[in-house]
């Protein structure tokens, strides 16, 4: 057993479920990552976590809402890979709004290259495979998840993710979202978490701005409250922007209306090009806590976590 300190806490894994990882602390399972889920194709099948919660035991993500089945708690997702659908549901299509196509791929979990423990905290490695909706293997991706900084005394623990996407179709793959092909404010694609649904109408804070104004900004770092369902209180997620490898800027994918959902987002306005053998890199951070945190706690906790 790690020697721990006051206010803080182990995190230990499980596996003992096939298909998924239980990551706990302090009595709590914060996370459940579920590497082998059984969806429709049309969902577009790939590993998520959910449920995701709170040192106090709140949930703090949506499962399969009946508005957007394929959302799934946190989850890296790809929403126009070469005219290929790495994120679920309908595609868009200027002009035509959203169209149910044969295009749906998938991301294919294929192993563990590591699932550690060191230090009280959890370091899980894994590989996975990008495929079209014909099977065909477009990307091999190498991602990194680190469960870590549990405070019991802050009510806090952290979350880190980190991916590099290598292209290995023999072509040129084209990265975009509904944005890039016309649709305004719709720049979703990446690392994106779909809120409970009572965080709707949450509040949203960044370093420049507040609300929904947030849509498309480059803030180094987003944060997102909302109140509970089923237990009492309210939660704070920190989303920290990081890094991405291509040239084009995160932007924030942000709603608190009609749903909340937020995403760090490497194609938000402008298509990234892999030329074969390429690869993206991304990196991006987020807080989980207990309570509704105000600006000062925010920036505090933004310059503390900071990547």
Do not use: C
């Not at 790495?86 to 563990?112: A, C, I, K, Q």
């Not at 009572?198 to 507040?210: K, L």
Request: hydrophobic share 40%; aromatic share 10%; proline share 6%.
């Amino acid at each position: 057993m790690p020697t721990t300190t006051a206010g803080t806490a182990p995190v230990t894994v499980d596996e003992s479920v096939p298909g998924r990882l239980a990551v706990r602390a302090a009595g709590v399972d914060l996370a459940t990552y579920v590497h082998d889920g059984d969806f429709a194709a049309s969902e577009s099948r790939k590993p998520y976590l959910h449920p995701l919660r709170t040192l106090g035991g709140a949930v703090v993500t949506g499962f399969r809402p009946n508005d957007h089945r394929w959302h799934k708690g946190l989850q890296m997702t790809a929403t126009d890979v070469s005219g290929q659908n790495l994120w679920g549901g309908g595609t868009y299509v200027h002009g035509r709004g959203y169209v149910p196509l044969d295009n749906v791929g998938s991301m294919r979990h294929e192993e563990f290259e590591a699932l550690e423990a060191p230090g009280g905290e959890v370091v899980v490695a894994e590989r996975l495979t990008w495929l079209s909706a014909a099977g065909q293997e477009w990307a091999d991706e190498r991602r990194r998840w680190r469960f870590h900084g549990v405070d019991t005394e802050r009510g806090l623990w952290v979350l880190d993710f980190a991916t590099e996407v290598r292209n290995v179709r023999g072509e040129a793959l084209e990265l975009g979202s509904p944005t890039t092909n016309g649709r305004p404010d719709a720049g979703y694609t990446g690392l994106f978490w779909r809120g409970p649904r009572g965080w709707r109408g949450g509040a949203i804070t960044t370093a420049d701005v507040t609300g929904e104004e947030a849509m498309g900004t480059t803030s180094p770092w987003l944060a997102y409250s909302g109140e509970h369902d089923e237990v009492d209180g309210r939660g704070t997620l920190l989303f920290l922007a990081g890094s991405s490898s291509a040239p084009v800027p995160l932007r924030w994918f942000v709603r608190h209306e009609p749903f909340a959902a937020v995403a760090p987002s490497f194609a938000f306005s402008e298509v990234v090009r892999l030329e074969p053998g390429e690869v993206l890199a991304l990196r991006h951070r987020v807080v989980v806590g207990d309570g509704a945190w105000d600006r000062e706690e925010i920036e505090a906790r933004a310059a503390e976590f900071a990547l």
